[in-house]
Nanobody, 117 residues
Framework: QVQLVESGGGLVQAGGSLRLSCAASGSISSRDIMGWYRQAPGKQREMVATISSGGNTNYRDAVKGRFTISRDNAKNTVSLQMATLKPEDTAKYYC???????????WGQGTQVTVSS
């Protein structure tokens, strides 16, 4: 069983920065993909960024150039550096780990990010 614990959320003014971190305990496969998703009130959960163990990254268009995902395979951690935050980035952010074909998938409890205008 894998447990994911997020940290780093909070309240920030527009244009500011935040760094989210997620630590995974348990057995993570070297092929697992780690990433961040977010869900705003009344909206569906959406992918923000993902990263493979080899460092291949994928970002949603709205955050490209502003957010950077990174991963430490030795420590089983994934981080999301968020810059130039906008009010529309306000959401609960969830850490996610899944196998390439989603035969296994785990979620963290989420951490709130609020960006004030």
């Amino acid at each position: 069983q894998v447990q994911l614990v997020e940290s780093g959320g909070g309240l920030v003014q527009a244009g500011g920065s935040l760094r989210l971190s997620c630590a995974a305990s348990g057995s993570i496969s070297s092929r697992d993909i780690m990433g961040w998703y977010r869900q705003a009130p009344g909206k569906q959960r959406e992918m923000v960024a993902t990263i493979s163990s080899g460092g291949n990254t994928n970002y949603r268009d709205a955050v490209k150039g502003r957010f950077t995902i990174s991963r430490d395979n030795a420590k089983n951690t994934v981080s999301l550096q968020m810059a130039t935050l906008k009010p529309e980035d306000t959401a609960k952010y969830y850490c996610n780990v899944h196998s390439p074909w989603y035969t296994r998938e785990y979620w963290g409890q989420g951490t709130q990010v609020t960006v004030s205008s």
